[in-house]
């Protein structure tokens, strides 16, 4: 058995990994396919510097991602209560649903944060009341709010 080499991925490359891995392939592909076709390059000494220099780099990206995402929860939590007006028929029911586009609007209005909405999780809104609303900032990151539905 041969020796595998190791090398810096310059492209993604299915099967084996996304640009800025390191990989260990078998010599034959690294020499006849990924290096000519420049998809990868020969790991160095300087390379594996580069290589921890963007993973630390990337780790306090994340890291302050992280931290924005959690002072962005702390305002939309002192906050607390958002109001949204529907139009009421019998019994206090509402016309439609509150959706998760007007309460994005709503925190956009009051708070100038946006807010993606994909993120927003809403119980089944059909009547006039106070409901709980999580709002995801970050994958670590969940706030909660109170959603007040009046009549128009």
Known sequence: MSKRVPL???KDV???GKA???VEVAPGYARNYLLPQGM???VTPGVLK???RRKEEERKRILAEKEAAKSRKTALETIG????AKRVGEG???FGTVTDREVAEVILKITSQEVDRRGITLPDISKLGFYKVQIKLHPEVTAEVEIQVVAE
């Open 92 to 94: 206090e029911a509402i």
């Open 50 to 52: 580069q290589v921890e």
């Open 40 to 42: 990868a390059y020969r």
């Open 81 to 84: 209560r958002f109001t949204i």
């Open 8 to 10: 810096l991925l310059n």
């Open 14 to 16: 299915k099967k084996l």
């Open 20 to 22: 800025g891995d390191l």
